[in-house]
């Protein structure tokens, strides 16, 4: 029975892991198709904040979804610094919010 459960538990870190896997994979391929990749790497700083460190700034806001989902199509700047974040009015709302859902699942 221990072993059993000790299995079942090796299978679910094993799946889980896979799911960040995939996700990580999916948000590169998303931030490649509306070029954000000019600017930003998953864990590299490069003219903007990598998203790590994103995804560590707002680990407790509940609302952050909807507010980088927004910050992601209008830019900005203040936030990281004087630099800008031109406006990305190519970016679909779906791909928006996906790219920021993806972002905040980083660790
Ligand atoms: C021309 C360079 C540039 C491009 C292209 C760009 N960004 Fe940014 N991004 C920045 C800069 C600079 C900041 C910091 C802005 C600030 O301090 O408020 C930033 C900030 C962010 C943030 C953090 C927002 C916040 O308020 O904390 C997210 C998320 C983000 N960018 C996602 C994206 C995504 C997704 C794309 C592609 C659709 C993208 N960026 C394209 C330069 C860029």
Not at 87 to 102: G, K
Request: net charge positive.
């Amino acid at each position: 029975m221990r072993r059993a459960i000790a299995l079942l538990f090796f299978i679910c870190l094993t799946l889980s892991g896979k799911a960040v896997y995939a996700d990580t994979e999916k948000l590169q391929i998303l931030l490649q198709r509306n070029n954000c990749t000019a600017c930003h790497l998953i864990d590299k700083r490069k003219y903007g904040p990598k998203l790590t460190e994103v995804a560590a700034k707002y680990a407790n806001d509940a609302g952050a979804v909807k507010t980088l989902a927004a910050k992601i199509k209008a830019g900005g700047t203040g936030v990281w610094g004087e630099d800008i974040m031109p406006p990305q009015p190519h970016v679909s709302d779906t791909d928006a919010r996906t790219i920021a859902e993806y972002i905040l699942a980083l660790k």
